[in-house]
């Protein structure tokens, strides 16, 4: 199994910074990708960002200029800066892994934290 654990959500105010880590623990061969998703109230999960283990990143197009993603392949751990936020940034912000399990499987799963609140007060 492979856990997730997120931190670092909050409130903050409108124009501020908050920076989100996740770290993956477990037993697994190797981390494809990580990465970040949100979900507000009433709305589907949504992607904000993923990095995958040669760091290559993709981004929502609306979230490109103010969020950036990182990632410690070393300690599976990976990060969000988030500036300038607004308050449709609110919302449950979860963490992904998508990881190999064993070397001999070519089959990837996908792993979700439990998420973390962040609130943006106008």
Not at 29 to 55: C, D, H, K
Request: charged fraction near 15%.
């Amino acid at each position: 199994q492979v856990q997730l654990v997120e931190s670092g959500g909050g409130l903050v105010q409108a124009g501020g910074s908050l920076r989100l880590s996740c770290a993956a623990s477990g037993s697994f061969f190797s981390i494809n990708a990580m990465g970040w998703y949100r979900q507000a109230p009433g709305n589907q999960r949504e992607l904000v960002a993923t990095i995958t283990s040669g760091g290559s990143v993709n981004y929502a197009d609306s979230l490109r200029d103010r969020f950036t993603i990182s990632r410690d392949t070393t300690k599976n751990t990976v990060s969000l800066q988030m500036n300038s936020l607004k308050p449709e940034d609110t919302a449950v912000y979860y963490c992904n892994a998508v990881v190999r399990r064993r070397s001999a499987e070519n089959v990837m799963f996908s792993y979700w934290g439990q998420g973390t609140q962040v609130t943006v007060s106008s």
